[in-house]
């Protein structure tokens, strides 16, 4: 977990299922230049296939070559963060509370400033061993699960999809701190809609004692995390550059092939790893105690706060073939949901308790009913040896979130070893706004199951249509043979 700046050059031979170059992408948006032709980037983004939410950027200085289009970007021109672009609330919610989670920032003279204030709250609960800021384009209930002993989930949270992709060109202008425990942070995570899409890339970490005056180490690199597919890759370089004095720009490249790291406009490492999924960006600022990180000990003396993170652009670009590709996988899923009758597909799923972390809650609307595709609660205790169902101890809560409203008029469960491990009575509520005033409109009373064999059962409930941003089922009883329930796909209809 971590993770950092502003553009100043350029990139060059890039292919993606065919020979294209390209040139001075950084070049493209030259936001100091107020000279510059807003009628090209009429003529540019009008006419695009995908369009982009680049309202408030300033002209361009030239076309982009080989037509590549920008398709998201922060230029932080504003008194006021766009949420709707980047949120400041939701980092790893789930691990903490929402007050440690919520960056602190200022904006001013056209960039973010992420901030360690002196005494900040720590992140972690529990312990004072990190502090941080961060602001992230999604977020979704358990994701980046990259320590063993973090806190158990007590809440859920809505889901956060302001821009998840695959493939590109990233930008980032920015300058970082040069003090002892912090360290500053560009990353992607994949966005866990299936199992094991779960991958790190890490565009830079930079360690604050590794900040100098004439030259500086870049930390890029690859972790794997549960993504079978990937292998942990050190990407390291040194620039002899003062980041902190100066910004510079971070560029990386994501294609099929494999993904290029940039720094001012130079390409500096190469992989030939690509994940084959949506992945989302972080930017932050961290510090650490006791050991917690790998930049040492901040100074007890050091009272030059708060400790900022610069950030004067984050820029997004694809070619026509990678918006294609990005707008292609979503059609077929919406069509598929259509096919179907089944808006889960379309959903993000979340859970508001603690769960078993090799069976995530996107299993739940996969659309993968197998016996290896199931979401299973976390473990209970019997009262009994023999005790089979367990009306549980406080209720437990599955939820299903849309960026907008869906008409939803039914709900099926799908459980294998249904005897074993389905739920026994669950109520199904809906909220209009997503979050609040959630509503009950069917309950299943006690359901009895046939079968403890792997055979595929399911239960339907049926009610008047309701319009809703949110579905939610409430787990009041289950089968706990195994001491957990389990349920291998929910589908919701309209």
């Known amino acids: 977990m971590r993770k950092f700046r502003k553009a100043e050059n350029n990139i060059v031979n890039y292919n993606f299922n065919r020979n294209i170059s390209y040139s001075n992408l950084s070049k493209i948006i030259n936001r100091k230049s107020l000279v510059a032709t807003i009628a090209l980037l009429f003529l540019l983004f009008a006419f695009s296939p995908y369009k982009s939410n680049a309202d408030a950027i300033e002209p361009a200085s030239k076309i982009p070559e080989n037509n590549w289009q920008?398709?998201?970007?922060?230029?932080?021109?504003?008194?006021?963060?766009?949420?709707n672009k980047f949120n400041d609330e939701n980092y790893l919610i789930h691990?903490?509370?929402p007050e440690n989670a919520r960056a602190k920032y200022t904006l001013a003279e056209g960039n973010i400033s992420l901030n360690i204030p002196k005494e900040p709250s720590p992140w972690w609960h529990g312990t004072d061993k990190q502090?941080?800021?961060?602001?992230?384009?999604?977020?979704?209930?358990?994701?980046?699960?990259?320590?063993?002993?973090?806190?158990?989930?007590?809440?859920?949270?809505?889901?956060?999809?302001?821009?998840?992709?695959?493939?590109?060109?990233?930008?980032?202008?920015?300058?970082?701190?040069?003090?002892?425990?912090?360290?500053?942070?560009?990353?992607?995570i994949g966005a866990e809609d299936f199992r094991n899409q779960q991958a790190e890339i890490d565009i830079f970490e930079i360690l604050g004692p590794e900040v100098g005056q004439k030259w500086s180490k870049v930390r890029a690199g690859v972790h794997?995390?549960?993504?079978?597919?990937?292998?942990?890759?050190?990407?390291?370089?040194?620039?002899?550059?003062?980041?902190?004095?100066?910004?510079?720009?971070?560029?990386?490249?994501?294609?099929?092939?494999?993904?290029?790291?940039?720094?001012?406009?130079?390409?500096?490492?190469?992989?030939?790893?690509?994940?084959?999924?949506?992945?989302?960006?972080?930017?932050?600022?961290?510090?650490?105690?006791?050991?917690?990180?790998?930049?040492?000990?901040?100074?007890?003396?050091?009272?030059?706060?708060?400790?900022?993170?610069?950030?004067?652009?984050?820029r997004a670009f694809q070619t026509p073939e990678m918006i294609k590709f990005n707008q292609d996988r979503d059609f077929a899923l919406e069509e598929r949901a259509k096919i179907e009758n089944n808006l889960a597909l379309?959903?993000?799923?979340?859970?508001?308790?603690?769960?078993h972390w090799t069976s995530l809650p996107s299993h739940l609307n996969d659309g993968d009913s197998s016996e290896n595709s199931a979401f299973q609660s976390q473990d209970f205790t019997k009262n009994s040896d023999n005790e089979f169902s367990k009306i549980l101890d406080k209720p437990e809560y599955i939820y299903f979130d849309w960026e907008d409203l869906k008409s939803i008029s039914e709900i099926t469960l799908d459980v294998r070893y249904a005897l074993l491990q389905a739920p026994t009575n669950w109520d199904i509520e809906y909220s209009l706004d997503g979050e609040t005033d959630w509503q009950l409109i069917a309950q299943s009373g006690n359901v009895q199951w046939d079968t403890a064999e792997n055979n595929l059962e399911s239960k339907t409930l049926t009610f008047p249509t309701v319009q809703a941003k949110a579905i939610r089922i409430k787990i009041n009883s289950a089968n706990i043979y195994w001491n957990h329930y389990a349920i291998n796909e929910v589908r919701i209809a309209s």
């Open 70 to 83: 920008l398709v998201f970007n922060e230029e932080f021109n504003d008194s006021i963060l766009d949420k």
């Open 346 to 355: 379309l959903a993000t799923a979340g859970v508001g308790q603690d769960y």
């Open 224 to 314: 794997p995390w549960g993504d079978p597919d990937i292998r942990r890759e050190t990407l390291y370089y040194h620039v002899k550059a003062d980041l902190e004095s100066d910004f510079h720009t971070y560029g990386f490249l994501w294609e099929p092939e494999g993904m290029k790291f940039y720094f001012d406009g130079k390409l500096v490492r190469t992989s030939k790893q690509s994940p084959n999924y949506k992945m989302l960006t972080l930017l932050g600022i961290y510090e650490g105690w006791n050991g917690i990180t790998w930049s040492k000990n901040p100074d007890p003396n050091d009272n030059n706060y708060p400790k900022q993170f610069t950030i004067d652009y984050f």
């Open 131 to 188: 502090k941080l800021s961060s602001i992230q384009t999604g977020m979704r209930d358990g994701m980046h699960r990259f320590d063993k002993n973090l806190c158990t989930i007590t809440d859920h949270h809505p889901a956060i999809n302001n821009f998840i992709t695959q493939y590109g060109y990233f930008e980032l202008r920015a300058k970082v701190p040069s003090a002892g425990g912090i360290h500053s942070a560009w990353w992607m």
């Open 95 to 97: 691990w903490t509370t």
